[in-house]
């Protein structure tokens, strides 16, 4: 096919992926968006970017990701909360993706238009639905994007040039996401495909030919492991408790595994009735779980069916192997780090996908490359590529369906949390969010039923306790509230809002010292980092000590992006009066506690008090203190102003009787 039509192919798959995810671009933030957009108050600032970046993601203390999430702290310090921006960079590294696929495929293909379909059907992929319509998958589509460009360049240059343009390409993709780390060895299966001759003859060759190319390789991912670990403190450490998945036996482990190569597997082949944001399974997987024992068998299927391949149709094998090779690291050999119940995400084969695309086609090309392609010859066309080509046509089209369908969902939060409790009915996520989204939008009667229906489905997850009780809070039944604060703590003892909720209310029953130990122990230093210092403001604040407070409530407003409306915002302002400081200085003169009402009256004075109930109280501290000379000349000033109540009598009254006394 002349380069021309060639590039106009590719210009017109780009037209329809472009003009398919168009709608994006109107679409709000949804899900870990929010952790992305407003958790953490050091990507707001320019400034703070080295801070930012030299720390993994909330999400996981295994998430070292600085190149691609500077990608995403440029655009909000640019355009700030408008989602626009981000679905559009999103877009544009879909389409630059699908791009390579294309110049990938056309090169495998020695220019046939099978090379440009590929990319189309690569494009238009209902799996790759989440990478796109969701801000927060950007590491995948970048380290997806360095990963297909080390791929180009490796077949684009030589010498020199093509060993640090792959290796940097490679050390780019590893900055993104760590599943890059696998890619040496898909790069190995890449160089073999190309390669004539037996498994072994091309083994040799590979060895002989690219010792440079492999000892850049080498040194670039032993340079980044070196920075992450001065970065990071360690390379890889246990998450906290309740975040990785729990494999169960060594059994329930290989079945787990099973169910994630066949999901995948299955979703690369027919998408088309499974695309879901949370694919949801009981884990650990029960022993009787007959289903998951025939995908094990399945998975074991497609292992023997891919050595075939490597072994009968190389060029074709070698691609697809590449593929399952880039999968090692989500497919649970090491349990991920996920929700209750999701085993895997549809993100994870943005890149995969590319190359069992590129593998199918070399599939359809197999055994043609040393005659056809070769005479440059219509020959090429035979009953096999025309039968795939229409095959393609209506697996394509049920593709742009599919992800038109699909991809509204993800328009903003009520609809995507609504399309997630459809989707997976089993899972607790959609339901438990939902009722929170509810609680937040004040319909707290909407809110019950979704938090009873994720309870229902997942008794041992803690959210829909958790959100129940919000929602019965803002109702009126404080009682049954704090009960469900409680059992949500009682059956997931990590659940971070469950004791922050628990420890508010305990404190409103009187249990200070209660509910500041559930604080400093359960909340504290925990994500949102917010959230205990909020809580602490408040179990001050009703102990009267308001000095504490202030501080607390100061340290959550310094950690929150969005404070405007808050909870310490308000209990700020508050603070700003100085009545409320003098009231509290008044119940320690109460409780005998003259040093802590020393302290509050002092705050007073800098919060332009009213001067008779200023002078009133630091009388009466005064007359406590034993330092009648200074009592009375505040009471003097007061009488002598024409200012006097039965407060004052009292406090003079006071005043001359410790006067009187010997």
């Not at 059994?251 to 944001?277: A, D, E, K, N, Y």
């Not at 939060?413 to 609504?418: D, G, H, Q």
């Not at 029953?509 to 994500?527: D, H, M, S, T």
Request: charge should be positive; hydrophobic fraction near 50%; include cysteine.
């Amino acid at each position: 096919m002349p380069r021309s039509i060639a590039w106009l192919g590719t210009l017109g798959v780009l037209v329809i992926v472009g003009v398919l995810y168009a709608p994006t671009l109107d679409f709000k933030f949804v899900w870990d968006d929010n952790q992305v957009i407003y958790g953490r108050v050091d990507y707001r600032a320019p400034a703070r970017w080295l801070e930012a970046v030299r720390q993994p993601l909330d999400f996981s203390p295994n998430y070292w990701r600085p190149l691609a999430l500077s990608s995403l702290l440029v655009q909000l310090w640019v355009w700030g909360d408008n989602p626009a921006p981000f679905h559009a960079v999103n877009m544009l590294l879909h389409l630059l993706n699908t791009a390579l696929v294309c110049t990938l495929g056309l090169r495998l293909a020695q220019g046939h238009w099978l090379g440009v379909l590929l990319g189309g059907l690569y494009g238009v992929h209902p799996a790759l639905v989440e990478s796109v319509a969701f801000v927060s998958a950007r590491y995948d589509l970048m380290v997806t994007l360095f990963l297909l460009l080390a791929l180009w360049l490796e077949r684009r240059l030589g010498g020199i040039a093509r060993i640090v343009s792959v290796s940097s390409a490679f050390a780019l993709a590893l900055l993104c996401k760590e599943l890059a780390i696998v890619f040496p060895l898909v790069l190995v299966a890449w160089q073999l495909a190309w390669r004539e001759g037996e498994w072994h003859t091309r083994l040799r060759q590979l060895w002989r030919a690219e010792g440079g190319l492999y000892a850049a390789i080498g040194l670039t991912l032993a340079l980044y492991l070196g920075i992450r670990y001065l970065t990071l403190g360690y390379l890889l450490t246990e998450p906290p408790p309740g975040v990785q998945i729990d494999p169960g036996t060594p059994v329930q482990h290989l079945l787990l595994i099973g169910r994630t190569l066949t999901t995948l597997m299955g979703l690369v082949v027919f998408p088309f009735f499974s695309i879901t944001p949370a694919h949801h399974s009981e884990l650990p997987i029960p022993l009787h779980d007959g289903w998951a024992w025939a995908q094990l068998g399945v998975a074991g299927g497609i292992l023997v069916v891919l050595a075939l391949l490597v072994w009968r149709v190389p060029q074709a094998g070698w691609l697809l192997l590449a593929g399952l090779i880039s999968l090692l690291p989500v497919l649970n050999l090491r349990p991920l780090e996920f929700a209750v119940g999701i085993f895997t995400a549809e993100r994870f084969l943005t890149f995969p996908l590319a190359l069992f695309a590129l593998g199918f086609g070399q599939l359809v090309l197999a055994k043609r490359a040393t005659t056809e392609l070769h005479r440059r010859s219509n020959a090429v066309a035979t009953q096999r590529v025309r039968a795939f080509a229409l095959g393609a046509a209506v697996w394509g089209a049920g593709a742009v369906v599919t992800t038109a369908t699909i991809l509204p969902n993800w328009r903003d939060a009520e609809t995507f949390w609504l399309w997630l409790t459809r989707a997976s009915p089993r899972s607790p996520i959609g339901y438990a969010n939902l009722s929170d989204l509810y609680n937040k939008m004040g319909r707290y009667q909407e809110a019950i039923p979704y938090a009873e229906k994720a309870i229902q489905v997942a008794p041992h997850c803690g959210m829909g306790y958790v959100n129940k009780g919000v929602a019965l809070l803002h109702l009126g039944n404080r009682e049954q509230a704090t009960a469900l604060f409680r059992q949500a703590t009682q059956v997931e003892p990590q659940n971070v809002i469950a004791w922050n909720n628990l420890a508010v209310m305990l404190a409103e029953r009187g249990a200070y010292n209660q509910a500041e130990r559930i604080i400093k122990q359960r909340v504290l230093g925990k994500v949102p980092k917010f959230l205990g210092h909020q809580a602490l403001g408040l179990i001050y604040s009703r102990q009267a000590r308001l000095d504490l407070a202030e501080q607390e409530f100061q340290r959550a407003y310094a950690l929150m992006t969005n404070p405007h409306g808050s909870v310490a915002e308000r209990a700020l302002q508050q603070l700003r009066e100085a009545s409320k400081w003098i009231v509290a200085a008044h119940h320690w003169m109460n409780r005998g506690d003259l040093t802590i009402a020393e302290r509050h009256l002092q705050s007073a004075a800098t919060r332009d008090p009213n001067r008779v109930e200023y002078a009133i109280a630091l009388a009466r501290l005064r007359l406590l203190q034993n330092r009648p000379t200074e009592a009375r000349r505040l009471l003097y000033e007061l009488r002598t102003y024409g200012y006097s109540d039965s407060t004052i009598e009292a406090l003079w009254a006071e005043l001359q009787r410790a006067r009187s006394r010997p």
